[in-house]
């Protein structure tokens, strides 16, 4: 059975930091690129980042650059989103999810996806 499990949301003021893991297991993870999307209240999904399966490139939305860092240990089976100077718009849940990028076209098509994690920052 293939599982994503996100864990590391919370509640965290204007400023702060939180570290967001994705365990994946049921599926050779290292063979995968991955994704963060995250879903803010009453929008729709939104792309936040992405890194190849070796972790060698690393892509972002740009209101994450610079503020949240990608990275993964495949030895862990892990993906992880570093995200600092979080702001209130930045509060959704977030999800991880492994994607493809269909030949030809150029469109992202996402696979396996977590429950998601609940960020939430407010003074």
């Known amino acids: 059975e293939v599982q994503l499990v996100e864990s590391g949301g919370g509640l965290v003021q204007p400023g702060g930091s939180l570290r967001l893991s994705c365990v994946a297991s049921?599926?050779?993870?290292?063979?995968?690129?991955m994704s963060w999307v995250r879903q803010a209240p009453g929008k729709g999904p939104e792309w936040v980042s992405a890194?190849?399966?070796?972790?060698?490139?690393?892509y972002y939305q740009d209101s994450a650059k610079g503020r949240f860092t990608i990275s993964r240990d495949n030895a862990k089976n892990t993906l992880y989103l570093q995200m600092n100077s979080l702001k209130p718009e930045d509060t959704a849940v977030y999800y991880c999810a492994s994607y493809t990028v269909v030949a030809g076209t150029g469109n992202v098509e996402y696979g396996y996806w977590g429950q998601g994690t609940q960020v939430t920052v407010s003074s």
């Open positions: 049921g599926f050779t993870f290292g063979s995968y690129d």
């Open positions: 890194i190849n399966s070796d972790g060698g490139r690393t």
